[in-house]
């Protein structure tokens, strides 16, 4: 079928030289969607610079708890009992990454949770670079009705014979994603790369009313309730000097610390964190500031300071006292 989708007819296309000279297909299928959530299996196929499959790798894991949605992947207790840990099969899947741009539908998810299976691994994924195939589409401007793999798939007469299964998903993207690179070669499209910080802080310690392992549906990040910051609004971060307590601050997109760390660690430090952004807001934390996030969006409206998470983090490190009040 990959073969089918270019022809040799097609005319040469002049390549970028700044593209990537290799890509792993990657899909994951796990217990949940949580932070402490597990993979349950994962593909790869293994792609050279022009999208040319070069082989291709498939396990299942024990994730040493529920399975969670089995009506949706179809693996079982039963079926997983006898599968290798995560930690059995890291160097194996770490090998087929390893020098490639990780290439999934959604990235960003099958990303943290690669991240978050080596951090509990005490090890890191070899992965500097990530693609997002619905950031592909977007950049492209395919005739799609909706995101969905099933569309992208269907708009290049793809066939998916096992949908949530991570072998035939990985299939399925890999002969989607290589006419949807040349395509991006042949207009001189600059491929949505975005950088991938592997994990540096991991806890297994579940959240305060959740039971580790337990299956949650639909609990990506669920929002906390915070105190209320103490400390009135000083105005906007002006760069190059100190964060004051008091400042709004927001965060959009992935971070390789925990969000939710990182938040807590902001509160400590007297600063207000925001769950949307206004005009009141001081500062926007992003690791991908040419993002089409709500929040991004809006900082450049705004005229919002943004640091990356790095930058956020040294800030932490000196915040200014709130001004005394008299009382």
């Known amino acids: ?187 001189g499209v600059r491929l949505p790369l975005h950088e991938c910080r592997p994990l540096t802080e991991w806890s297994d310690r579940p959240r305060i009313g959740q039971q580790a392992g337990g299956y949650r549906p639909n609990s990506w990040r669920p929002s906390r309730k915070r105190p209320a910051c103490p400390y009135p609004n000083p105005g906007r971060y002006e760069p190059g000097k100190r964060l004051k307590q008091g400042m709004r601050v927001a965060f959009s997109g992935d971070t390789s610390v925990e969000r939710d760390l990182l938040e807590d660690r902001a509160t400590e430090a007297g600063l207000h964190v925001a769950t949307s952004l206004s005009r009141l807001t001081s500062l926007l934390v992003t690791n991908d500031p040419g993002s089409g996030t709500s929040k991004v969006v809006k900082a450049r409206q705004y005229g919002t300071p943004v640091v990356d998470e790095a930058a956020f983090g040294q800030l932490l490190g000196d915040v200014e006292p709130a001004d005394r009040t008299d009382g």
């Open 1 to 187: 079928m990959l073969d089918d989708l270019t022809t040799a007819a097609s005319p040469a296309i002049a390549w970028p030289a700044a593209y990537p000279q290799g890509y792993a297909v990657v899909d994951v299928e796990t217990t949940g969607l949580a932070r402490d959530d597990r993979i349950i299996s994962a593909a790869v196929y293994r792609l050279d610079a022009r999208g040319e499959v070069e082989d291709h790798w498939y396990t299942v894991v024990n994730p040493e708890r529920d399975p969670g949605p089995v009506w949706i992947h179809g693996l079982t207790s039963e079926m997983l009992e006898g599968a290798p840990l995560f930690q059995e099969v890291a160097a194996e899947f770490a090998a087929r990454l390893e020098g490639r741009v990780l290439v999934a539908h959604n990235a960003v998810f099958d990303w943290q949770m690669i991240a978050r299976e080596y951090a509990r691994a005490r090890s890191e994924a070899p992965v500097k670079q990530r693609l997002c195939t619905i950031a592909l589409a977007k950049e492209l401007a395919l005739p799609l009705p909706n995101h969905k793999l099933e569309t992208l798939a269907a708009h290049f007469g793809v066939v998916q014979r096992r949908a949530h299964h991570a072998l035939d998903d990985a299939r399925v993207l890999a002969e989607a994603f290589r006419p949807s690179l040349r395509a991006a070669a042949a207009g």
